[in-house]
């Protein structure tokens, strides 16, 4: 996992100087770069979305995973936990989730991160995961400035991702084709272009509670890959 711990540590340091650039920049900066983060996250978003090879099955994976999603609502319960954290107003909570979810989005559901942890976990040097630890690095410093503590708070879920990755690399390259990593990113993407909406205040998307479309892509893929249905 030591290419997990990498990255995480590059993020943690980003994230840092981040928060040191955020305390004393303006409010008219700080709110400009929120908005310059916000464009960039439609674009990523964009891109990883036009991956996907299969439509219908980025649709049911949307729909059944928000359907999951809502009936467990774990968008308050997050809210609940991260008040507990911030000790701030609802405006700070809600910053402070966005910047968990993009951020967890952005450097776990490329290409690089799933491919990178699996390289590491089949006993490689983790190349692609110290390239991706120098960009990730780099880009936390522009997120934390923007976004705040909640960038930083995002190297848990990347450790347990990227590191149950890595633990189960000699199972999981039997089960996940480049295929499913594709459409997994994709529907990544479509949740950064809803993260973008709510960041830009163009409309209020409730994308943690589409988190498990993440899940379901990669259930949903593995069934139609096995099964000989149409990919």
């Known amino acids: 996992m030591i290419g997990t711990l990498i990255n995480a540590g590059a993020i943690l340091l980003g994230g840092t100087i981040g928060l040191v650039a955020h305390s004393k920049l303006p409010p008219k900066i700080t709110k400009i770069v929120f908005q310059a983060i916000g464009i960039f996250t439609m674009f990523v978003g964009i891109q990883m979305a036009l991956k996907s090879n299969n439509y219908v099955l980025i649709v049911f994976s949307l729909l059944i995973g928000s359907i999951i999603g809502e009936l467990f609502d774990f968008e308050t319960t997050i809210q609940r936990l991260s008040k507990k954290l911030t000790k701030k107003q609802s405006e700070k909570t809600e910053q402070f989730i966005n910047a968990i979810v993009t951020t967890f989005i952005l450097y776990c559901m490329g290409s690089m991160a799933i491919l990178g942890a699996i390289e590491d976990g089949l006993g490689y040097k983790p190349n692609l995961l110290i390239a991706k630890s120098i960009l990730d690095g780099f880009s936390s410093i522009a997120l934390s ?32 084709g480049e295929k499913i990593i594709l459409e997994l990113s994709a529907v990544g993407g479509l949740l950064l272009i809803g993260l973008a909406l709510s960041i830009l205040e163009i409309k209020k998307i409730h994308v943690t509670n589409m988190l498990p479309s993440l899940l379901i892509v990669l259930i949903a893929g593995f069934i139609m890959l096995h099964w000989n249905l149409d990919f």
Not at 153 to 171: E, H, K, M, R, V
Request: proline share 6%; no cysteine; net charge neutral.
């Open 145 to 176: 400035a923007a976004f705040g503590p909640g960038v930083i708070f995002s190297i848990i879920p990347l450790i347990i991702f990227q590191g149950g990755i890595t633990l189960g690399a000699q199972y999981i390259t039997h089960v996940v």
